[in-house]
């Protein structure tokens, strides 16, 4: 099943670029800005708030969502089965969902995708450095989701309940 035709969040992101967190926005657009380009994904969601700003782009079949938590300043990211997030989803159904660095680590477990990120206190340069890390980790090592391919290597949890990874 194939995720719904999304828009591109152009107004929002007019908007982000503008506030406090600019600096954030910029960064994780510029790096991720491959998706859109070169992949068909849609940058269906950047969200200013106050616990955190976050992007998010929507492909054939995954989602791809980028945060930044202002305390204790670390950086976040998830793929996400676009399908399992539909209104037409059992609402007892856990969405399936996997860290990127989590993702990264099993494609390439020489290079560390996650301690920067969760290190804390990270400056706004190191907080977009994790996200442009995850951004060449995904275009070097992650074809599969780029192309909206099943995940390799990756089972996923039952559909039914928690997850239990």
Do not use: C
Not at 134 to 141: E, P
């Amino acid at each position: 099943m194939n995720a719904p035709l999304q828009l591109r969040d152009t107004e929002g992101l007019d908007d982000a670029l503008k506030g406090s967190y600019g600096w954030w926005f910029r960064g994780v657009t510029d790096a991720f800005a491959f998706l859109e380009g070169e992949h068909g994904y849609v940058l269906t969601q950047v969200q200013p708030h106050f616990r955190g700003p976050w992007v998010r782009y929507a492909g054939r079949r995954y989602l791809i969502m980028v945060s930044f938590e202002p305390e204790p300043r670390v950086v976040e990211g998830d793929i996400w089965v676009a399908e399992d997030l539909s209104p037409f989803v059992s609402p007892f159904a856990y969405p399936r969902v996997i860290e990127i660095p989590d993702l990264l680590m099993r494609r390439e477990p020489r290079t560390d995708w996650s301690g920067r990120a969760r290190a804390g206190r990270l400056s706004n340069g190191e907080a977009v450095g994790v996200a442009e890390l995850w951004a060449g980790g995904i275009r070097a090592h992650a074809k599969d989701l780029l192309a909206g391919r099943p995940l390799r290597g990756i089972r996923w949890p039952p559909r039914e309940g928690p997850a239990t990874m």
